[in-house]
């Protein structure tokens, strides 16, 4: 199955903007997965929304409510839309850190970042490169899903690697769950023997030596399930339909008058945006609409009388 990008438009560095496409770098068709069902009648378990008093609601009726005290406050989905980021339609490189200071807990997710068509790759390449001849990560913001992530973008190979990464506040602190432990030297006897036992294991990082062995035994018990007569079966054949989920610019002088600008400190590398100036190395502007921005809420209510509802 090919893979669809869940965000599109521009990787900017300061005055050269390239357009890109971002695609997730995991899999999720390998893991085995279960239907709910109802023992007594074989059904499939469903779920609806429901209002207490009112029952099953639309979901053209459902609007975001913040919770106030003893209130809820309401907001329309066209009034979360009406955001404006640019950070839905760019991701600027906004500070560069050592590819190695960033410690594990920040990281989140994996993505992969892919110029959109030809003439967007000779950009590409060069950013990809001197990051990788810099051993530098570029940090950077974009909007996707109805949320602002944190990024860190590296070299992976003949491409980029985008991981999201939690912010400060996502993260707790460590302190209150170690500070229980004794702050005294380790045993020197015991310590030489955890050593030794460190390198004789010690070996290259290779993902392809290690395997999910409960996955492999619940494949390996659906088979014999499955193969067994006498296995408890729920028919669906009666089942109901089941909705599935411009031009190349001279890029050494876009290159060259980046670096004017940030010689005369013009540019903030705080996350603050140039209203105007920056040049495409790619395709036409348009092709940079994000395809993963809008809210999970995106739908318009149905009537006015829904504005009056509160959120239960």
Same mark, same amino acid.
């Given at each position: 199955?090919?893979?669809? @990008?869940?965000?599109? $438009?521009?990787?900017? &560095? ?20 279960? %239907? ?18 009112? $029952? ?17 406050? !309401?907001?329309?989905?066209?009034? =979360?839309?009406? =955001?404006? &980021? ?15 200071? =960033? ?5 989140? /997710? ?8 030809? !003439? ?9 490169? @001197? ?8 940090? $950077? ?8 992530? &944190? ?6 190979? #003949?491409?980029? &690697? ?10 707790? *602190?460590? #302190?209150? !769950? ?11 006897? !015991? ?32 088979? %014999?399930?499955?193969? #067994? ?49 920056? /040049? ?11 395809? $993963?921005?809008? *809210? *999970? ?7 006015? *009388?829904?504005?009056? /509802?509160?959120?239960?």
């Amino acid at each position: 199955m090919a893979s669809r @990008a869940v965000w599109k $438009g521009q990787l900017r &560095l300061s005055l050269v903007s390239i357009p890109v496409e971002i695609h997730s770098a995991k899999t999720s068709g390998t893991r085995v997965s279960f %239907r709910q069902i109802h023992g007594p009648s074989g059904k499939p378990v469903k779920y609806e929304k429901t209002v207490p008093g009112v $029952g099953p609601v639309e979901s053209d009726d459902i609007l975001k409510g913040y919770e106030s005290g003893d209130d809820y406050i !309401l907001l329309e989905p066209e009034e =979360i839309d009406a =955001i404006k &980021l640019e950070t839905k339609k760019t991701l600027e490189l906004v500070q560069f850190v050592g590819s190695d200071e =960033i410690p594990p807990i920040w990281f989140d /997710k994996p993505y992969y970042v892919v110029p959109t068509d030809d !003439l967007a790759q000779d950009a590409y390449r060069v950013v990809r490169d @001197a990051l990788r001849k810099a051993g530098k990560t570029g940090l $950077g913001q974009l909007t996707m899903r109805g949320k602002e992530y &944190l990024c860190a973008i590296r070299p992976c190979g #003949d491409g980029l &690697l985008l991981e999201t990464l939690h912010y400060q506040e996502d993260i707790r *602190s460590a #302190d209150p !769950l170690f500070s229980d432990i004794a702050d005294e030297p380790a045993d020197e006897e !015991l310590l030489s023997v955890a050593t030794e036992l460190i390198d004789r294991k010690s070996a290259p990082f290779d993902a392809s030596n290690f395997t999910d062995h409960y996955a492999e035994a619940l494949r390996d018990l659906i088979d %014999r399930k499955m193969k #067994d007569k006498k296995t408890p079966r729920a028919d669906r054949s009666d089942k109901e339909s089941e909705p599935r989920g411009e031009n190349v610019v001279d890029l050494m002088d876009a290159l060259r008058k980046s670096l004017g600008e940030d010689k005369g400190g013009s540019k903030s590398t705080s996350g603050g945006r140039s209203s105007g100036g920056t /040049k495409s190395t790619g395709s036409k502007s348009s092709s940079s609409k994000s395809s $993963g921005s809008k *809210s *999970s809420g995106s739908k318009s209510p149905s009537s006015g *009388s829904s504005r009056k /509802k509160k959120a239960s």
